[in-house]
Nanobody, 126 residues
Framework: QVYLVESGGGLVQAGASLKLSCTAS????????MAWFRQAPGKAREFVAG????????MYEESVKGRFTISRDNAERRVYLQMNTVKPEDTAVYYC???????????????????WGQGTLVTVSS
């Protein structure tokens, strides 16, 4: 069992930067693909970015490419989401997710991930 706890959310202005962290405990973190999803009010939860267990493979949702960067520190058992040039449409609850394999069956589906954090709210003001 892997437990995930997100932190780093808050209120920021459009154009600013923010870094989210996800700390994992239990399980085999180093061999687990990790991802960030987000859920805006009234919308479905959507994939944002993913990273393979080794860190060698990444995937990004189209709207965040070039602005967000996912990274991991396996020694610290942490995953990060560096968010640059944020926009009001990035406002959402951001969730950390972990798969049971180094690569998920599919990056974009919630069903590919077994472990979830409780979420951290990011609000971007215009």
């Amino acid at each position: 069992q892997v437990y995930l706890v997100e932190s780093g959310g808050g209120l920021v202005q459009a154009g600013a930067s923010l870094k989210l962290s996800c700390t994992a405990s239990g399980g085999s973190f180093n061999t687990s693909a990790m991802a960030w999803f987000r859920q805006a009010p009234g919308k479905a939860r959507e994939f944002v970015a993913g990273l393979s267990g080794s860190g060698g493979g990444t995937m990004y949702e189209e709207s965040v490419k070039g602005r967000f960067t996912i990274s991991r520190d396996n020694a610290e058992r942490r995953v990060y989401l560096q968010m640059n040039t944020v926009k009001p449409e990035d406002t959402a609850v951001y969730y950390c997710a972990g798969a049971n394999s180094p690569y998920p069956e599919t990056w974009f589906s919630r069903r590919a991930y077994t472990y979830w954090g409780q979420g951290t709210l990011v609000t971007v003001s215009s």
